[in-house]
């Protein structure tokens, strides 16, 4: 199960990585003529306008542009979409490769992010108590008056639309309840034999929480990172889905649904292509996380 | 007993007040001066009327004084107007939280009725030992419904059953041409968004329903069950399921809280006028009054529903209520 | 013994095998096992943790969980055939005829149920009476194990008990319909030193009180040598020694059994030094060609690793399965 979730997720990551060196066109090409243009169809470059900028129409037929438009003809060139087209005629397979790579820049690094901040104000809170624990526990207990999205809803308002404020919000809307999880494990490692004898020793407190309480979190820590992967990957297409991630033109899954949601009976293809990649990623996801959480930590997941 | 809802209930305050002042601050620090912004679209620039309007609705007292304005009209349900409707902000949260509900409800119930059986049944066919494959179907399959995120299901869904095959209606509540309280409309437009919506927690409820049982169907109190020579059905349905209902219960709850209160991108697809779909739009446009008022209406309601169901979990646990 | 032989075995157990079919392997956790008790007698069933003995008393309640299942021999109670029984008639006999009690009582009372609601289902499922009379049952029974305020407890919860008062609230359930056969699975492990011999006292009232024969399944030796009249000693899913427990006690002969009364203190012999049996228990998911207890034994010579001994009288009603003590010639 493992190497059959892996598989989907490492070729994404390299295809992801990958895409200014794929034979692909500009994802940010429009070419009106070739508007929600179904899957498996061909068009044809007809020729380069001012800007040098291909030409394409469904037909083989120069004349159809006035030379107004096109600048110099070719003979006409046939130029496939795999994919078919969106409602701007931009080529869906190469919008669903270069927005592979927001989804997953953003969940990659909130997911860091939050496990770094969490682990650590959970060290704190946990292992200190007292009236550390006190304002730490108060500020997460705030966090989560605000069920699910909302928080992330609120922080973009304030923030606007934009990558970094994406994950921003994820980082922020998330981090309290990872908190609170973290500060519950290192409660009961802290109470071990073996942090008591650290302290009968006269280690100070930074060295015990980070030599002695965090080795034995960490088996949780990485198997919250791979849980947490799903969440924040469904999170941010979800949001660029509702308009609150990126800005157009820049493609990413969250947006081209967005956008196919608003052609559902013209051109179903547009929303199924990332409905799909989504779907089959968070699925794998899923699996990566039950899978490492039944490697690292076998007890919380029998059955 | 009374004492435990009387310290749960009180605990809430500070939340509230630290959740208002949040939305305050919120507000305050959105970019763009909502006078301005609301005189603009009456083509009103000149600075002297800008001033005096700031001055009539107390946007230049000092902040403290305008929270405290700010506050007590809330509690007094008034919460402005909208920008985007011109419409009262009170009125606009009901009518979104009508919708919600209707829809939040039905989920729950499909989560109970499909989740919480066939995670009943799972448990129990893992218990009886029986065909090999019927167990795994019962156990990987709630796993592959929560893996698919809801609007994933949702597009499918409505890919298939609106578009393909025309059969239901894909956004809304209701078809504008019939009548205000056409219960089977209503019924038509509330299945997927239904189905969409609940999913991933029926998957989930079922998972946990069937884990949590197999669990308990192991404990002394069930072999001592058997010993009694009570027969099969009491053995499972009194003993095992009395005790599975303790954490399917609370699940359900929390569940209940969390489609009051936050499905923004359901209810975005299916274009259902809930608070979900209210606080988007509403986001997305700027209209601060909605934004702020709807967030205390969210945060008041989540709290209190959890509370409610941390005491509903003390009377299904007899452990908890005479701890 | 000759008192008891002169009537029929409440339950003759005959060359019982339970077997556990998992992934990793065959265990065959009871092995061919025979034995019988009569009625109103107090037999001790002995062991290390893992020998077999509470899948013995599993399988005699057709109660063994999958993946385990009873693959051969035969459990005669009164004369009946359990293994031959239906679902239906096999429910008539547990908890009416034989009834059973556990090792973690609050654990086999559920949290969810007060312990009257408990009590009363226990008299209702094999008595046709009403909820008020099964009600006055409950609390003289609850009279009867020494729970103080019967009525007062009754609409109680489990966790409102403690371990020694469970455990009474479990005995009182199982005395119920008056079973002829009690089968107690380590009643006492759970409990304090001191509320264990309560417990231990009480079994021994009732079982003269109400005539009901009684498997005490322990690994306390000393509990064995207190309160039954027959000792039956365990190892890896086989029977090692049985007999009369003064007897087994007395004059052990397998090696086994040695050892494991050579690591109960005596306390009149302050000087004597404690003899541990070490190793481990053995390894009951293969077939063993010699005697399982041959990698332990102290006394073991050649025969010891290539055949496996039998079951032998050695006296009458003591019997030995050790190479040590060839067939009476």
Not at chain 1, 126 to 145: E, F, N, T
Not at chain 1, 225 to 248: C, D, E, R, V, W
Not at chain 2, 140 to 167: C, D, N, R, Y
Not at chain 3, 270 to 294: A, H, M, N, S, Y
Request: glycine letters at 8%.
């Amino acid at each position: 199960m493992l190497s059959f979730s892996l598989i989907p997720i490492i070729l994404t990551i390299i295809i992801a990585f990958a895409a200014p060196l794929l034979p692909i066109s500009d994802p940010n090409r429009a070419n009106l003529s070739v508007r929600y243009i179904p899957p498996l169809s061909e068009a044809f470059i007809l020729g380069t306008d001012r800007q040098g900028n291909e030409v394409v129409h469904p037909e083989r037929n120069p004349d159809l542009f006035p030379s107004s438009v096109v600048e110099r003809y070719i003979p006409p060139v046939p130029k496939h979409y795999l994919l078919g087209g969106d409602s701007l005629g931009r080529d869906m397979l190469s919008r669903l490769i270069w927005g592979s790579r927001i989804s997953l820049l953003i969940g990659i690094f909130a997911n860091v992010a939050v496990v770094m901040i969490s682990v650590f104000f959970g060290l704190l809170a946990g292992y200190l108590g007292g009236r550390v624990d006190g304002v730490i526990m108060r500020l997460v207990d705030v966090g989560l008056a605000f069920p699910g999205l909302l928080l992330a809803l609120l922080i973009l308002t304030v923030l606007g639309p934009s990558v970094i404020n994406m994950a921003i919000a994820v980082i922020l809307s998330s981090v309290p309840l990872n908190i609170r999880f973290f500060r519950g494990q290192v409660l009961t490692v802290r109470n071990a034999k073996y942090v008591e004898a650290a302290r009968l020793l006269g280690y100070n407190n930074l060295r015990i929480m980070f030599r002695e309480v965090l080795p034995n979190v960490m088996p949780l820590v990485i198997t919250v990172t791979a849980l947490n992967a799903t969440s924040f990957f469904i999170f941010t297409a979800g949001f660029s889905l509702i308009g609150m991630g990126l800005k157009p033109p820049d493609p990413d899954w969250g947006t081209i649904m967005s956008d196919g949601l608003r052609a559902l009976y013209e051109a179903p293809a547009v929303i199924l292509g990332p409905t799909i990649l989504i779907s089959v990623l968070a699925v794998c996801f899923n699996v990566l996380g039950d899978e490492v959480q039944k490697i690292l930590s076998p007890r919380e997941s029998q059955l | 007993m009374s004492r435990y809802i009387a310290r749960r209930l009180l605990s809430i305050i500070p939340l509230l007040i630290a959740v208002s002042i949040i939305v305050f601050a919120m507000s305050k620090a959105l970019p763009g001066d909502p006078v301005e912004i609301f005189l603009r679209q009456a083509d009103i620039s000149n600075p002297e009327i800008v001033a005096a309007m700031k001055d009539k609705y107390g946007l230049n007292d000092p902040l403290p004084n305008q929270y405290w304005t700010w506050l007590t009209l809330m509690f007094r349900g008034d919460m402005g107007e909208s920008i985007l409707r011109g419409e009262p902000v009170a009125e606009l949260l009901f009518r979104g939280m009508r919708n919600t509900f209707s829809v939040a409800t039905a989920s729950v119930v499909l989560v109970v009725v499909v989740g919480w059986t066939m995670g009943v049944v799972a448990a129990v066919v893992h218990n009886r030992g029986w065909h090999q494959a019927i167990t795994r179907f019962l156990a990987q399959a709630p796993v592959l419904m929560l893996s698919i995120p809801g609007f994933g299901i949702a597009v499918f869904m409505v890919l298939a059953f609106g578009v393909t095959l025309g059969w239901l209606p894909t956004s809304g509540v209701s078809n504008p041409r019939s009548g205000e309280d056409d219960i089977l409309d209503l019924a038509k437009h509330l299945i997927l968004p239904t189905i969409g919506l609940a999913l991933a927690s029926v998957g989930g409820n079922w998972r946990l329903a069937r884990n949590t049982m197999i669990e308990i169907l192991r404990e002394d109190y069930i072999r001592m069950a058997h010993a009694k020579g009570l027969p099969l059905w009491r053995v499972y349905f009194v003993h095992g399921l009395r005790t599975t209902l303790v954490p399917l219960l609370t699940s359900a709850g929390l569940l209940f809280g969390s489609l009051l209160t936050g499905s923004f991108i359901l209810e975005y697809i299916f274009a259902w006028p809930g608070i979900g779909l209210m606080m988007v739009e509403s986001t997305v446009s700027r209209d601060v009054p909605v934004v702020m008022g709807g967030t205390m209406l969210i945060a008041i309601m989540y709290l209190f529903i959890n509370l409610v169901v941390d005491i509903l979990y003390a009377f299904v646990d007899p452990r908890v209520r005479y701890a | 013994m000759s008192v008891a032989a002169a009537t029929e075995p409440v339950l003759a157990v005959r060359d019982l095998h339970t077997h556990f079919f998992t992934k990793t392997g065959t265990v065959r956790a009871v092995n061919g096992v025979s034995f019988s008790i009569y009625p109103g007698e107090i037999v001790g069933l002995v062991g290390e943790s893992g020998c077999g003995k509470s899948v013995t008393a599993m399988s005699i309640l057709g109660l063994v969980d999958a993946p385990g299942r009873v693959v051969n021999g035969t459990i005669a109670f009164d004369g009946r055939d359990m293994r031959k029984m239906s679902g239906g008639q096999l429910r008539r006999v547990r908890g009416h005829e034989i009834a059973m009690i556990f090792q973690n009582p609050i654990g086999a009372l559920n949290p969810v149920f007060s312990v009257g609601r408990q009590l009363v289902e226990a008299i209702r499922t094999h008595q046709r009476v009403s909820r008020r009379e099964a009600y006055r049952q409950a609390v003289g029974l609850l009279e009867r194990v020494g729970i103080p305020d019967p009525e007062q407890r009754l609409p109680q919860y489990p966790h409102q008990f403690s371990g020694g008062m469970a455990q009474r609230v479990v005995i009182a359930m199982a005395l119920a319909n008056r079973p002829k056969l009690l089968i107690a699975d380590e009643p006492t492990t759970a409990l304090d030193v001191t509320i264990q011999a309560q417990i231990i006292d009480l079994l021994a009232e009732l079982n003269q009180e109400f005539g009901m024969a009684v498997l005490h399944i322990t690994h306390n030796m000393a509990l064995v040598a207190e309160s039954c009249a027959r000792t039956i000693v365990m190892y890896g899913g086989k029977i090692a020694e049985s007999g009369q427990t003064d007897v087994v006690f007395d004059d052990p002969k397998h090696p086994y059994t040695q050892a494991l009364l050579g690591s109960v203190p005596d306390l009149d012999q302050p000087e004597q030094i404690i003899d541990p049996l070490e190793g481990f228990p053995p390894d009951i998911t293969r077939e063993w060609t010699g005697c399982e207890f041959e990698p332990r034994c102290s006394q073991r010579f050649e025969q010891c690793s290539v055949e496996n001994p039998l079951l032998r009288e050695v006296a009458a009603g003591h019997a030995v399965r050790c190479h040590l003590y060839p067939a009476a010639s």
